[in-house]
């Protein structure tokens, strides 16, 4: 089974985003130098040394490009199924226009031939940020048209136990961005609620390969069916097709395992224990500069939104609640009061629906914002809750959802958050809780700093949107 394009498809998309960054960093360099030396901004910041040849920048631009794209690679950022999408593309723009400025300031010191502006190398960075995050934007809005049209699209087909099939269809269907589609199914019998073409039993394997050239192959088999799983690799040896296997195991659904070697036995560690050590600290320090500084830059509009609130309905400027966070523990969860007070009086614990009557004129726009969270920066100052993670509940809704919701109670392993991935991800309100707990739990088990920091930006675009918001 040929595939003569198999190695120029693969080259054309890593190709194409290694031109844009390339592009793109040129840009943020040339941009930089002009307003360090040529713009207005020099009236602010005088040029009392004398303007520089432009050809020592221009050689600092091909080494910082250099450098870069370097660093994009090793975070394998031009594989062609890697970050395949503009908010996955985010962190690791930010962890490598880091490095990539300190690396570059670095050499830049050691280097005596030529002195580089401080001034410029700050706009540099700030620069290649803004331009490398619009390429990467553009760049997969030009793929995405593409693959409306069927161009870079890889086509599977779905092989293993019928029982498992639909379930593992359904979560496929929503990363509908993958670049992967799949094109038919392979199993004992033909599976009536799965949406695809039936291409007969998995003895027809061979047959199905020859005839429809698929790119590649879903293998999903419990545990009883492993040995077929050998059976397919032996099959399809010497053929330039992709193997994918969703393990049966319903922990690696959402964790990202990892590998130990203990004696000579390799070891797949499912689970481990969240923000531990150095971790940990990073993150409880990135809360505690991040909040300090929100509640002093903000603090204008904490004390404008408090009189509002107090001249717009009779209350306090506050609202109070007890939520469940970290091991369980309850806390006083603070937010800026937007329904009428008393408000669940007569409900009893309830959620805030669409045109909620409770919600207060001025409560309908704290809400649609989300400025009504403002005031947990104080619960993160504290340390009862973290600026990303699950959304804590209420101790009533806590002790019903773990009743029936698996691994709802992962969820208190670490400490709430303001927002979170299952936010950004559209699951706000009264969306399906089993869903939110999902995101939830692949947060904690795939948690890092750049993660966090994409969420948070994600959280500025979700509130623009305004989303479930009520």
């Given at each position: 089974m040929n595939r003569p394009n198999v190695y120029k498809r693969n080259l054309l998309i890593p190709?194409?985003?290694?031109?844009?960054?390339?592009?793109?960093?040129?840009?943020?360099?040339?941009?930089?130098f002009y307003l360090r030396f040529h713009s207005p901004l020099t009236r602010i910041f005088p040029v009392t040394k004398g303007y520089p040849p432009f050809s020592g920048y221009l050689i600092a631009s091909l080494v910082l490009m250099t450098i870069y794209l370097t660093l994009f690679s090793i975070f394998r950022s031009?594989?062609?199924?890697?970050?395949?999408?503009?908010?996955?593309?985010?962190?690791?723009?930010?962890?490598?226009?880091?490095?990539?400025?300190?690396?570059?300031?670095?050499?830049?010191?050691?280097?005596?031939?030529?002195?580089?502006?401080?001034?410029?190398?700050?706009?540099?960075?700030?620069?290649?940020?803004?331009?490398?995050?619009?390429?990467?934007?553009?760049?997969?809005?030009?793929r995405r048209y593409f693959m409306k049209r069927g161009y870079g699209i890889r086509q599977l087909i779905l092989v293993g136990?019928?029982?498992?099939?639909?379930?593992?269809?359904?979560?496929?269907?929503?990363?509908n961005r993958s670049g992967?589609?799949?094109?038919?199914?392979?199993?004992?019998?033909?599976?009536?609620?799965?949406?695809?073409?039936?291409?007969?039993?998995?003895?027809?394997?061979?047959?199905?390969?020859?005839?429809?050239?698929?790119d590649g192959l879903l293998l999903v088999f419990d545990a009883r069916d492993h040995a077929r799983v050998l059976n397919i690799l032996q099959q399809t040896e010497g053929q330039n097709i992709e193997l994918f296997y969703v393990p049966d195991i319903l922990d690696m659904m959402t964790a990202r395992p990892r590998t130990l070697e203990i004696g000579g036995i390799?070891?797949?560690?499912?689970?481990?224990?969240?923000?531990?050590?150095?971790?940990?600290?990073l993150k409880r320090t990135f809360d505690i500069v991040v909040s300090a500084t929100a509640l002093i830059v903000l603090s204008p509009l904490f004390f404008a939104l408090a009189l509002i609130i107090k001249l717009t309905s009779p209350g306090p400027v506050f609202y109070r609640q007890q939520r469940v966070?970290?091991?369980?523990?309850?806390?006083?969860?603070?937010?800026?009061?937007?329904?009428?007070?008393?408000?669940?009086?007569?409900?009893?614990?309830?959620?805030?629906?669409?045109?909620?009557?409770?919600?207060?004129?001025?409560g309908r726009l704290l809400r649609r914002t989300s400025l009504d969270e403002l005031p947990q920066l104080i619960n993160v100052l504290k340390g009862d809750m973290s600026l990303v993670g699950p959304r804590p509940e209420r101790k009533v809704f806590?002790?019903?959802?773990?009743?029936?919701?698996?691994?709802?109670?992962?969820?208190?392993?670490?400490?709430?958050?303001?927002?979170?991935?299952?936010?950004?991800?559209?699951?706000?309100?009264?969306?399906?809780?089993?869903?939110?707990?999902?995101?939830?739990?692949?947060?904690?088990?795939?948690?890092?700093?750049?993660?966090?920091?994409?969420?948070?930006?994600?959280?500025?675009?979700?509130?623009?949107?305004?989303?479930?918001a009520y």
């Open positions: 190709a194409l985003k290694i031109l844009s960054d390339a592009l793109a960093i040129q840009a943020a360099f040339l941009f930089s031009y594989r062609s199924r890697y970050f395949s999408t503009f908010a996955q593309d985010i962190p690791v723009v930010l962890k490598t226009c880091f490095l990539g400025i300190l690396f570059a300031m670095s050499g830049a010191f050691l280097y005596r031939g030529f002195s580089y502006s401080r001034l410029t190398m700050l706009l540099v960075y700030l620069n290649t940020n803004f331009f490398l995050l619009l390429s990467r934007y553009l760049f997969h809005r030009v136990t019928d029982t498992l099939l639909p379930g593992v269809f359904s979560r496929f269907r929503e990363a992967l589609q799949l094109t038919g199914y392979l199993s004992e019998k033909p599976v009536s609620e799965l949406p695809l073409p039936y291409s007969g039993p998995l003895e027809s394997l061979p047959e199905t390969l020859e005839k429809k050239k698929p390799p070891l797949l560690q499912l689970k481990g224990e969240p923000f531990s050590g150095w971790q940990g600290f966070g970290l091991d369980g523990r309850e806390f006083t969860m603070l937010k800026f009061r937007s329904m009428v007070a008393d408000a669940e009086k007569e409900t009893g614990p309830v959620w805030a629906r669409k045109n909620d009557p409770r919600v207060t004129p001025i806590v002790e019903k959802f773990q009743q029936y919701i698996p691994k709802y109670a992962e969820r208190h392993r670490v400490r709430s958050g303001m927002t979170g991935w299952a936010q950004v991800n559209g699951l706000r309100g009264q969306s399906p809780i089993e869903e939110r707990t999902r995101y939830d739990v692949y947060y904690i088990e795939n948690w890092s700093l750049w993660f966090d920091i994409k969420i948070i930006l994600l959280t500025f675009v979700a509130i623009v949107k305004g989303e479930n």
